[in-house]
């Protein structure tokens, strides 16, 4: 009480508890966002660059300061945010006459479900021939679903309207709804680096992973691990919830790389 009369102490006091706030909150928040550089090329859109390498079409609007369609010519350099070469994230395959998704998938190694949701196909049996459908590629990967139930993505990795703050920011992870105490598991075997509270991401977890990935779990109910904990691929780490800036219950996932984040969706193996 002494020191609260002090009229010095509360601006200071103020001053440090801001800081520290804002400090603590860069240190887990400081995932940068990657990219590449893409020349146009002959019939390019930004929709057809957006699609290709699986980002909004608004980012790349964004990160290019650029207003509409028009502005894109032939060898323009675009910025294309969280995006990585091309083949990192599979091939395209054009549909032969006959194809079918699921021939498909047996020759390719990868799940149906996976080659709808990444193309977005409304169902398993509508191919055109010709139609170009991208083959995500999933060795390196190995990255499961962070829950066991249905995943239905909520808001896309990439530049977004934020939905409290109401301002462009990036989107560094995708969000998945889910009910209020939803398990969530480790996508993949790690050791617990960070977990807590921060004001972003409410009670979060992040795991490091082998080969500088990480991945973290935020707007958390009940965190069930301990920093320094080694948990295995599928392991509970905790119940999902919407604490932090959050508008409803969902768990917000993110991937990361060399302290950058990726579009997890490259990444998932969505069995
Ligand atoms: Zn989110």
Redesign the pocket.
Known sequence: MQLLRDSNFLPIAIAVVLFSFVFADQSVASAKASGIWYHVRQGDTVWDIARKYKVSHNSILKANRIQSEKRIHIGKKLFIPGAFPEQQYGTWYKVKHGDTLSRISVNHGVPISNLVWQNRLKSADHLQENQKIFIPNLHSSGFAPPMRIKLVLT?NYGYRRHPVLKRRMF?H???FRARKRTRVYASKSGKIVRSGWRSGYGNYVLIKHAEGFETLY?HLYIIRVKNRQYVKKGQVIALSGNTGRSTGP?L?FEIRKNGKSINPIHYLNLR
């Open positions: 808001s989107h992870g995708i969000d935020g969902h917000h």
